[in-house]
């Protein structure tokens, strides 16, 4: 037989483009349009109805960036449109859409004068059903058209003035296109998703399977059959002509796939929050319409924030979202407050996430997530499992893993394993990507990719144009329709994420534990950029620490109203910030600006909460006292009390030699020479120098930072291969002149950076058992990253990076392709490196990004573990001005360091000393004597009973007991997940007023105390 097959391709090609396309809306009358363009900002609904609309042209060119323009569309519908059988009547609207990356370019909402919502507008689902006017044949309505530039600049990373609305112009960037009544032929809208879908399997299946041929000449037959000029009139004809091929069912070993509907909606990034809630409400209000249409539709949707902001701004579309709620169809997934990064989030905002997201739901849905949903953030912290569990939830998803450099993850469904030994039935669905248009190609791809075959035989396939926002469209639902059984494709069924874990788990048993941290082998420098950001992220975080604990022991001790509301409100805004792409510092330049913003605010509502708390509880006096937030004793005050201090120690002896400086307070000895560097450390317990022969430590290095694409995301490997070392210094002196003994030592040291001056403030303090130092940087480089390195004299064959409610190891080794692949790290407050019986901890107050390396010397057959914090970096995409300007870091230096006087470091840089006047000092509300267990919150309940709710974990990774003692009456205590309900804990034997614990490495463990 001769091989036409190519030519018969083609024909089908242009039959479908030119023929089936234009066919499905044959006839359509132009609208008369009007318009009103918002002078800023986007306003509510009413306010912009009530404006005078101008006529408008169609085909006008319109939209400066970030622009609104409010569109009236009147017109009258021909008589006998629609009337006839298989047409409808529908209106398009094509704001000058491109045809691709729909949610990253402009978008519309279409309103009723009645400001009620219709449904969206967008590049790939541009109409709108007259029926849903309610207005007969009468075309009346208004589209609230957003001009969203697209910076995606189809990926090319260059640097754009339109992230920020101060340098984005006033140049108009679309051009109004088709906005008329047309006639649709569903027939031919049939016709046209029976063909993609018959054509996408067909080019998806191997050369020498009959299945393919056979698709072959049944797409031939419909050719031949069809009228090119009358479509509509031969289309039902051309269906019957594929019929056949249609309905031959799958292979009985076909692969399994639930499909759900989903938008993934990122609350920032390409676009400012204030966008973001309009994307969720144009993407919601499609998929309720959708719903209305398809009986069957489920949709999956996270981030309990996005459905906040409909409840407050949107509340007639939030009611409606809420009916699809009770009906099972429109359901809430993951539990979290924003689908936020997983690697920088300290454990108790991680805690929060899943409290403020759970309790959200449940709160207005009844509805308690049993999934923990995180498709698309950069790398999975090895605590997430243990925090999940304590949530209350039992499954994880997520795809993003998929994006690996080098090495793949070697299953797709499995149990994860984290640092206590929790253990949760993880998915990765094999599609690889959380906006499946579920195509042919998308389909096959998750069967011959999904890597459990004989096993499992059932994965997840999420829906819908996300990113942006957009979520799913008729076309993926007739897709799904028509590969529910269908020979050579998986088999296809629409349904909710908890169903299909529950299949997945009923089915694959048993497990492959995967154990540890998912380190996502790319995005690397996400710990790093937009410092200010992360600095207000950990600022915050302990800010949140210390007006809960402060407010709770007032509430307590002088029955202080607890500002329960206010607390809500700074966390919920906080977490907003921890959003994946936040956080991690990849958004545009207004994304980070609203951030900083933000984190002054949250800033300036805890001080005041903490004034009038500490004032409530000390009383009115002129006593100073310390306010110790820290689970750790703090100049004589003990743990999460307040009292007046002790100065500890001798004072600092400073001694000049060879340009630089000795400092000794007789508990370390610290080295600085003439060009500021460390060049001795030494703690005088152990004896030890901490620096390696012949090395320094506070040495800053600037790199060239140029990543082969995502730019402010990625760090590759060969920026080692460019380093400047900055070993001189403009200057070395002593602050003030000190000479011989003084409380404090401080030496300054000038440098420049490249174009950036750099000043750093060396200390010794009296009694401390770290040297401080304090970077200032001008920050004014572009493309460079700046880190400061210790040399370490320490054969450590492993770091120790403190997470969330513990620490994970890492080795210093590059023996495999998956150690080779982590020459960055996450670490939060503090690292560790040790051999037995010595380590140095360094820990930092906003620095994430580290890198950890070893060299045996040849001289001595030592070996050197640098220790290298990320402080800077300066990306041109998608903000060109990121991190330029001013900055301050802090490090601190301990050597002779045990994990417990990590974990005792972190706390005391991360916590200032609070010192406040009062009549008298504050017992701790609860008391725990062994330095393992370490308080992480306490606060009074959630439900406003004014129990004391205390969460503590097991800090050094080992087996750990002591006892956690209430200092106030109460009536009883008892162990409770983070939503504060009643649990079995494991090694917690509650009594009266305390609770015995034994605890296993890292255990989680909340308790409420009954007042």
């Known amino acids: 037989m001769h091989d036409d097959r190519r030519l018969t391709e083609v024909r089908l090609d242009r039959f479908l483009r030119d023929r089936i396309g234009p066919a499905v809306y044959p006839r359509s009358v132009p609208l008369t349009l009007s318009s009103w363009d918002a002078p800023d900002e986007p306003v509510p609904v009413f306010e912009a109805l009530r404006q005078e609309f101008a006529p408008q042209e169609h085909g006008a060119a319109w939209g400066r960036p970030w622009s609104t323009k409010w569109l009236r569309l009147r017109g009258e519908v021909p008589d006998a449109w629609g009337t006839s059988a298989g047409t409808s009547v529908e209106i398009l609207v094509d704001l000058g859409f491109s045809g691709e990356l729909p949610g990253f370019q402009c978008e519309g909402i279409a309103w009723r004068s009645d400001g009620t919502i219709i449904k969206a507008i967008s590049p790939r689902n541009q109409y709108i059903p007259l029926k849903?006017?309610?207005?007969?044949?009468?075309?009346?309505?208004?589209?609230?058209?957003?001009?969203?530039?697209?910076?995606?600049?189809?990926?090319?990373?260059?640097?754009?003035?339109?992230?920020?609305?101060?340098?984005?112009?006033?140049?108009?960037?679309?051009?109004?296109?088709?906005?008329?009544?047309?006639?649709?032929?569903?027939?031919?809208?049939?016709?046209?998703?029976?063909?993609?879908?018959?054509?996408?399997?067909?080019?998806?299946?191997?050369?020498?399977?009959?299945?393919?041929?056979?698709?072959?000449?049944?797409?031939?037959?419909?050719?031949?059959?069809?009228?090119?000029?009358?479509?509509?009139?031969?289309?039902?004809?051309?269906?019957?002509?594929?019929?056949?091929?249609?309905?031959?069912?799958?292979?009985?070993?076909?692969?399994?796939?639930?499909?759900?509907?989903?938008?993934?909606?990122?609350?920032?990034?390409?676009?400012?929050?204030?966008?973001?809630?309009?994307?969720?409400?144009?993407?919601?209000?499609?998929?309720?319409?959708?719903?209305?249409?398809?009986?069957?539709?489920?949709?999956?949707?996270?981030?309990?924030?996005?459905?906040?902001?409909?409840?407050?701004?949107?509340?007639?579309?939030?009611?409606?979202?809420?009916?699809?709620?009770?009906?099972?169809?429109?359901?809430?997934?993951?539990?979290?407050?924003?689908?936020?990064?997983?690697?920088?989030?300290?454990?108790?905002?991680?805690?929060?996430?899943?409290?403020?997201?759970?309790?959200?739901?449940?709160?207005?849905?009844?509805?308690?997530?049993?999934?923990?949903?995180?498709?698309?953030?950069f790398g999975y912290s090895a605590a997430l499992p243990q925090i999940i569990k304590a949530a209350g939830s039992r499954w994880f998803l997520t795809q993003k893993i998929s994006w690996n450099q080098v090495n793949r993850m070697p299953h797709h469904t499995f149990n994860w394993e984290g640092i206590d030994g929790t253990r949760v039935f993880t998915h990765f669905p094999p599609v690889d990507s959380y906006n499946s248009d579920l195509s042919a190609r998308d389909l096959a791809h998750a069967e011959r990719n999904y890597r459990d075959h004989g096993r499992g035989?059932?994965?997840?396939?999420?829906?819908?144009?996300?990113?942006?926002?957009?979520?799913?469209?008729?076309?993926?639902?007739?897709?799904?329709?028509?590969?529910?059984?269908?020979?050579?494709?998986p088999k296809v069924r629409i349904g909710s994420a908890a169903s299909f874990f529950s299949q997945a788990q009923a089915e694959y048993e048993p497990l492959p534990?995967?154990?540890?941290?998912?380190?996502?082998?790319?995005?690397?420098?996400?710990?790093?950029?937009?410092?200010?950001?992360?600095?207000?992220?950990?600022?915050?975080?302990?800010?949140?620490?210390?007006?809960?604990?402060?407010?709770?022991?007032?509430?307590?001790?002088?029955?202080?109203?607890?500002?329960?509301?206010?607390?809500?409100?700074?966390?919920?805004?906080?977490?907003?910030?921890?959003?994946?792409?936040?956080?991690?510092?990849?958004?545009?330049?207004?994304?980070?600006?609203?951030?900083?913003?933000?984190?002054?605010?949250?800033?300036?509502?805890?001080?005041?909460?903490?004034?009038?708390?500490a004032a409530a509880a000390l009383g009115a006096g002129s006593r100073e006292f310390l306010l110790n937030a820290a689970p750790h004793e703090r100049l004589g005050v003990p743990a999460l009390a307040a009292a007046e201090t002790v100065r500890p120690g001798r004072p600092v002896e400073v001694t000049e030699a060879g340009g630089g400086y000795i400092l000794d307070n007789g508990i370390i000895r610290a080295v600085v020479d003439a060009n500021g560097l460390l060049v001795s450390l030494a703690d005088q317990a152990s004896g030890r120098e901490a620096i390696a022969p012949g090395e320094v430590g506070n040495l800053l290095e600037l790199h060239r930072d140029t990543p082969n694409e995502w730019d402010a995301w990625d760090i590759d490997a060969f920026y080692r291969r460019n380093v400047v070392r900055l070993v001189e210094a403009r200057s070395v002196t002593l602050e003030s002149g000190l000479r011989g003994e003084s409380p404090d030592a401080v030496v300054v040291v000038e440098r420049m950076a490249g174009s950036s001056a750099v000043t750093q403030r060396i200390t010794l303090a009296a009694g401390a058992d770290s040297l401080a130092i304090t970077t200032v940087v001008d920050w004014q480089e572009s493309e460079k990253l700046l880190k400061l390195g210790f040399a370490l004299d320490v054969r450590a064959d492993r770091s120790a990076a403190e997470t969330q409610f513990g620490h994970v190891f890492r080795p210093t080794h590059v023996n495999t392709s998956w150690e080779a692949a982590k020459f960055e790290i996450c670490a939060h407050r503090w690292i560790h490196v040790a051999e037995p019986g010595y380590g140095v901890a360094i820990s930092n107050a906003s620095s994430y990004g580290h890198d950890v390396t070893r060299n045996v010397r040849e001289g001595d057959g030592g070996t050197t573990t640098t220790v290298r914090l990320s402080l800077l970096r300066a990306p041109k995409f998608p903000d060109p001005g990121a991190d330029q300007g001013r900055h301050e870091l802090h490090v601190t230096v301990r050597p002779g360091a045990t994990i417990a006087d990590a974990v005792e470091e972190g706390y005391r840089t991360n916590l200032a000393p609070r010192v406040v006047r009062g009549a008298h000092g504050v017992e701790p509300l609860v008391t725990v004597v062994n330095q393992a267990l370490?308080?992480?919150?306490?606060k009074l309940a959630e439900d406003g009973s004014g129990d004391v709710i205390v969460r503590l974990y097991e800090a050094l990774g080992e087996r750990s007991t002591g006892a956690v003692k209430a200092n106030f009456p109460v009536r009883g205590l008892h162990a409770v997940d983070l939503l504060e309900r009643p649990v079995d804990a494991p090694g917690v034997t509650a009594g009266r007023d305390s609770a015995e614990l034994s605890l296993r490495p890292f255990q989680l463990v909340t308790l409420r105390f009954v007042r």
Request: charged residues 25%.
């Open 132 to 377: 849903l006017l309610g207005s007969g044949m009468a075309v009346d309505f208004y589209v609230e058209a957003a001009a969203n530039p697209d910076l995606s600049q189809n990926w090319t990373f260059a640097a754009t003035p339109y992230g920020d609305k101060a340098t984005s112009g006033s140049e108009s960037k679309y051009r109004l296109g088709r906005i008329a009544i047309a006639e649709r032929n569903q027939a031919a809208w049939e016709l046209q998703q029976d063909i993609l879908t018959l054509s996408g399997l067909m080019h998806e299946l191997p050369m020498d399977l009959p299945r393919r041929h056979d698709i072959l000449r049944a797409l031939e037959r419909m050719l031949d059959i069809m009228d090119p000029d009358d479509v509509a009139g031969t289309a039902e004809a051309g269906r019957a002509a594929l019929a056949d091929v249609l309905s031959r069912p799958a292979y009985a070993s076909a692969h399994q796939l639930v499909a759900t509907g989903h938008a993934h909606i990122d609350s920032a990034w390409l676009w400012p929050v204030r966008e973001t809630i309009r994307k969720c409400a144009r993407t919601f209000s499609n998929v309720v319409a959708l719903m209305d249409e398809n009986p069957d539709f489920v949709f999956s949707c996270s981030s309990a924030q996005q459905l906040a902001w409909m409840k407050e701004y949107y509340p007639e579309l939030f009611g409606r979202i809420r009916d699809k709620v009770r009906a099972g169809r429109f359901v809430p997934v993951g539990g979290m407050w924003v689908e936020s990064d997983s690697n920088m989030p300290g454990g108790e905002a991680m805690a929060r996430q899943f409290l403020e997201g759970k309790s959200f739901f449940l709160a207005e849905f009844g509805v308690d997530c049993q999934e923990a949903w995180l498709p698309d953030t």
């Open 513 to 613: 534990v995967w154990v540890g941290e998912m380190y996502l082998e790319l995005h690397r420098g996400t710990y790093t950029s937009q410092a200010k950001t992360k600095l207000g992220n950990r600022r915050s975080e302990h800010l949140l620490r210390e007006a809960e604990l402060w407010s709770a022991t007032a509430a307590v001790r002088a029955g202080h109203s607890y500002p329960a509301a206010e607390l809500k409100r700074l966390w919920r805004l906080v977490l907003l910030q921890q959003f994946h792409d936040i956080l991690p510092g990849s958004s545009i330049a207004w994304v980070h600006q609203d951030a900083e913003r933000n984190y002054a605010a949250v800033e300036r509502g805890l001080e005041a909460i903490i004034t009038n708390a």
């Open 934 to 938: 370490v308080i992480e919150a306490v």
């Open 457 to 489: 035989g059932t994965s997840l396939v999420p829906f819908g144009y996300g990113d942006g926002g957009g979520g799913p469209t008729r076309e993926m639902l007739a897709a799904a329709e028509r590969t529910a059984d269908l020979e050579g494709s």
